[in-house]
């Protein structure tokens, strides 16, 4: 049953671009895709990512009703497209917020410094307010990693991975000994920080 359906959408895509007679470079072109990919496609081989179904569904004049309903497999395809986009989404975000945070924590004590603001009170809500961004720094780029390495820990992951902002290796907190180096890491900031919050 599940065959069946694949091949109704390859040879539905196979029909029309026939009808309209086009040759599978015409329509690879025109889908700014190679050739291979066409094939792939009209034989049942893999399926089309979902920006590329709906150019598709415009060039063969078909609905995307048309062309996903009834064929589990590409209904699979757009389904995991579609987690794909949030799970972009939510990174993005992230990494916005990130960024902002960051950019407090450079602004902040930098702004009051240069208007030479020193008296006690100050300096107890600075380094609380620093404490609260560095944490959150902390715990948001642990959470950035679990999104961009997702799974359980693992012994294999490398302990060193490339950054998603700016230039370098950060610490993977999919490796055990990752981890760890991040709970000691925010150990050391707390008791850094709290002394100078109380």
């Known amino acids: 049953m599940l065959k069946?359906?694949?091949?109704?959408?390859?040879?539905?895509?196979?029909?029309?671009?026939?009808?309209?007679?086009?040759?599978?470079?015409?329509?690879?072109?025109?889908?700014?895709?190679?050739?291979?990919?066409?094939?792939?496609?009209?034989?049942?081989?893999?399926?089309?990512?979902?920006?590329?179904?709906?150019?598709?569904?415009?060039?063969?004049?078909?609905?995307?009703d048309l062309l996903i309903k009834g064929d589990v497999g590409i209904l699979k395809k757009v389904k995991e497209d579609a987690q794909e986009l949030r799970r972009q989404r939510k990174i993005r975000k992230l990494e916005f917020s990130l960024l902002t945070v960051t950019?407090?924590?450079?602004?902040?004590?930098?702004?009051?410094?240069?208007?030479?603001?020193?008296?006690?009170?100050?300096?107890?809500?600075?380094?609380?307010?620093?404490?609260?961004?560095?944490?959150?720094?902390?715990?948001?780029?642990?959470?950035?990693?679990r999104f961009i390495y997702p799974g359980p820990i693992n012994k294999n992951a490398p302990i060193f991975v490339p950054k998603q902002i700016g230039i370098g290796l950060t610490i993977n907190p999919q490796?055990?000994?990752g981890l760890i180096i991040w709970i000691l890491l925010m150990i050391v900031l707390i008791i850094i920080f709290v002394p100078r919050i109380f």
């Open 175 to 177: 490796n055990p000994i």
């Open 103 to 145: 950019l407090l924590l450079i602004v902040i004590p930098v702004s009051f410094n240069l208007f030479k603001v020193h008296n006690i009170w100050n300096s107890h809500l600075i380094n609380a307010l620093l404490f609260v961004l560095v944490m959150f720094v902390m715990i948001a780029s642990w959470v950035l990693y």
């Open 4 to 64: 069946e359906k694949i091949v109704a959408f390859s040879e539905l895509i196979s029909k029309k671009r026939k009808e309209l007679g086009m040759t599978q470079e015409q329509v690879a072109q025109l889908l700014h895709v190679n050739r291979q990919a066409v094939s792939n496609w009209e034989r049942g081989k893999n399926y089309p990512d979902l920006d590329v179904l709906i150019e598709l569904s415009r060039a063969y004049d078909l609905s995307l």
